[in-house]
């Protein structure tokens, strides 16, 4: 079955920009979406199609994709941007959704 | 406001069914996609199931293929997940979401244990 690659773990100092990578073989064809999600809360939207970011979210979250890879950046950390971010997409048939292993991001 | 809220959550044995339900409001959910997402204790996010605008287009992760049915009435405004078969690793939040997904629901909890 089609897999996405996250890293575990990011850990930035606040004001830092932290980087985090999803690999995937259909990204050159599929969108990549990226979600937040705090402890014990449903996950949140901050980037889809790529490099679109949704009203409501901080400047600071941009998206690209490149090849098999898609990145999510977070441009001059903040403490309230600790959380757990998951990239999503689509096999190759567009019908199958995936998301990444999922990467936490720290920030102190 | 988009508001989706899930119900039907619950502590089942194995072997049981359950049935989930999803309220959407703020939004004409004829003219969109709809998912089921669930995520296992402590565990990332699964995809589990998507379902065409008009319900006859179906699409569900392999492991829980020919156990849930994933439908929806327009009318009445609801999507459902109906989860027969349930096993252990079954356990989880399940969220309902409109595709890609972007809103999301708040979640209910799935616990399948003796």
């Known amino acids: 079955s089609y897999e996405l690659t996250q890293p575990p773990s990011v850990s930035v100092s606040p004001g830092q920009t932290a980087r985090i990578t999803c690999s995937g073989d259909?990204?050159?064809?599929?969108?990549a979406y990226w979600y937040q999600q705090k402890s014990g809360q449903a996950p949140v939207l901050v980037i889809y199609?790529?490099?679109k970011r949704p009203s409501g979210i901080p400047a600071r979250f941009s998206g690209s994709s490149s090849g098999t890879m898609a990145t999510l950046t977070i441009s001059g950390a903040q403490v309230e941007d600790e959380a757990d971010y998951y990239c999503y997409s689509t096999d190759s048939s567009g019908y199958q959704g995936v998301f990444g292993t999922g990467t936490t991001v720290t920030v102190l | 406001e988009v508001q989706l809220v899930e119900s039907g959550g619950g502590l089942v044995q194995p072997g049981g069914s359950l049935r989930l339900s999803c309220a959407a409001s703020?939004?004409?959910?004829?003219?969109?996609?709809m998912s089921w997402v669930r995520q296992a204790p402590g565990k990332g996010l699964e995809w589990v199931a998507n379902i065409k605008e008009d319900g006859s287009e179906k699409f569900y992760v392999d492991s829980v293929k020919g156990r849930f049915t994933i439908s929806r009435d327009n009318a009445k405004k609801s999507l459902y997940l109906q989860m027969n078969s349930l096993r252990a690793e079954d356990t989880a939040v399940y969220y309902c979401?409109?595709?890609?997904?972007?809103?999301w629901g708040q979640g209910t909890l799935v616990t399948v244990s003796s």
């Open positions: 259909a990204l050159p064809k599929k969108y």
């Open positions: 199609e790529d490099n």
């Open positions: 979401a409109r595709k890609p997904p972007d809103y």
């Open positions: 703020g939004f004409d959910l004829s003219t969109y996609w």
